[in-house]
């Protein structure tokens, strides 16, 4: 293997993304199952992860879908309990999975913001939590175990409309993940982040009128993200690439937080 494939390769490990059956998850899931990851995914339906899992291993490659449902009591110790009987061992943790809830400061109920803020954020301190034997049995000072938290532009700056909640727990995110950070490099476990911007999803139609003249007036490079945006950041905090970044949080958003 060259030097250059060798830098940035990620054969032979062992992943999990949550909510890897849409959005960027599969765009992230995708990148790994055919660079050779045996990659996890996981969705809140279980037919609906597997199916994901065959398509993302359509072109070769290992997927399992599992399910997962993070707003449900219970969940993430059920889906790490099921990790490691597979597993004894998990090079890479993408904590993705994400939740929204619409409405105004009026509007907003206690039921939205618990939704939100246990999905965005309790669940990716508790999940990481309960796999570090599995995070801890794949690190090494050469090199690391690597968590990924999915945050979002939106907890870096307040954008023109309402997102109390959403920004809110993804701006936690992004405090978590250097707290993690801080308590689990003795581990040799690095945690990092990326803040995406607008990049097709659930949570945002980039074909919209509204979406593309956003990007239009904020985003310098004139473009939402695309799948091998989002791949390559991973790739690269998950190689050897990035083994020495440690505790950041990486804005995917084309320029958009720096030329606010």
Known sequence: MEEADALFSVAG?????????????????????????????TARDAGRAADAARELASNGGECIGLAADFSAEGAVALLAEEVARREARLDLLVNNAGANATGSLAEMSEADWDLVLDVNTKAAFFLT???????????SA?????????????????????????GASKAALHHLTRSLAKALGKDNITVNAIAPGPFPSRLTDTA???????????????????????EGA??????????????????????YVAAL
């Open 234 to 255: 991973i790739v690269f905090l998950a190689s050897r690439a990035g083994a020495y970044v440690n505790g950041h949080t990486i804005p995917l958003d084309g320029g």
């Open 208 to 230: 919209s009128e509204a979406v593309q003249k956003s990007v239009a007036t904020y985003i310098p490079l004139g473009r939402p993200g695309e799948a091998e945006d989002v």
């Open 129 to 139: 939590r309960e796999l570090l034997p599995l995070l801890r049995a794949a690190a």
């Open 13 to 41: 490990k062992v992943a999990l993304v949550t909510g890897g059956s849409s959005g960027i998850g599969a765009m992230i899931a995708r990148g790994l199952v055919r660079r050779g990851v045996r990659t996890y995914v």
């Open 142 to 166: 050469k090199d690391p175990a690597r968590v990924v938290n999915v945050g979002s532009i939106g907890g870096l700056h307040v954008p023109g409309w309402e997102a109390h909640a959403y």
